[in-house]
T-cell receptor, first 112, second 113 residues
Framework: DSGVTQTPKHLITATGQRVTLRCSPR?????VYWYQQSLDQGLQFLIQ???????AKGNILERFSAQQFPDLHSELNLSSLELGDSALYFC???????????FGPGTRLLVL | SQQGEEDPQALSIQEGENATMNCSYK?????LQWYRQNSGRGLVHLIL?????REKHSGRLRVTLDTSKKSSSLLITASRAADTASYFC?????????????FGTGTRLTIIP
């Protein structure tokens, strides 16, 4: 158990809808990272937050947004969902050095 | 785009044998890490090797790093069925213009009992 929790575990929704994925980092970790893993694109970095502020941005679509709250949990919002958004979404957290990332179990999103 | 490319893409060996996976990357790095992922699960950190290190051990794992060739290898000795998983290398290039951990494409390892 990494200490990172993600909810929900599974999500099935329809195209055009909006969903929110939630992540609670390990106790004390200030950085939260979001990744998307799909069969064709592999593991893609989406975005990083550090202590509430956006720190780095990757291949995140404009339809996606994220935030980190004062209690350090983070949410990833996916809107106007398309079939191609079906994937595993992982959250990871890291401590002060930001080197090792600890991954949550992921949320499996299926867009029908 | 992927910073790291693992080779081979898939590997099947008999239990007890050693497994070697390779990773190549493109830019200068601070460190290189290896992660394991069991099917559909989260990634688990295995080992980190810094750019000024050449070799590192952790239990049955041995990692080498050749910064001149921009490559790394992960050796798992005396493999077990529980080692069946996908293995990813990840490069940390902060300070070299890439402020994020970038994962490779992964090697799918299958241990045959």
């Amino acid at each position: 158990d990494s200490g990172v929790t993600q909810t929900p575990k599974h999500l099935i929704t329809a195209t055009g809808q909006r969903v929110t994925l939630r992540c609670s980092p390990r106790s004390g970790d200030l950085s939260v990272y979001w990744y998307q893993q799909s069969l064709d694109q592999g593991l893609q970095f989406l975005i990083q937050y550090y202590n509430g502020e956006e720190r780095a941005k990757g291949n995140i679509l404009e339809r996606f947004s994220a935030q980190q709250f004062p209690d350090l949990h983070s949410e990833l919002n996916l809107s106007s969902l398309e079939l191609g958004d079906s994937a595993l979404y992982f959250c990871a957290s890291s401590g002060t050095t930001g080197e090792t990332q600890y991954f949550g179990p992921g949320t499996r999103l299926l867009v029908l | 785009s992927q910073q790291g490319e693992e080779d081979p893409q898939a590997l099947s060996i008999q239990e007890g044998e050693n497994a070697t996976m390779n990773c190549s990357y493109k830019t200068s790095i601070n460190n290189l890490q290896w992660y394991r992922q069991n099917s559909g699960r989260g990634l688990v950190h295995l080992i980190l090797i810094r750019s000024n290190e050449r070799e590192k051990h952790s239990g049955r794992l041995r990692v080498t790093l050749d910064t001149s060739k921009k490559s790394s290898s992960l050796l798992i000795t005396a493999s077990r069925a529980a080692d069946t998983a996908s293995y990813f290398c990840a490069t940390d290039a902060r300070g070299f213009g890439n402020e994020k951990l970038t994962f490779g494409t992964g090697t799918r390892l299958t241990i045959i009992p």
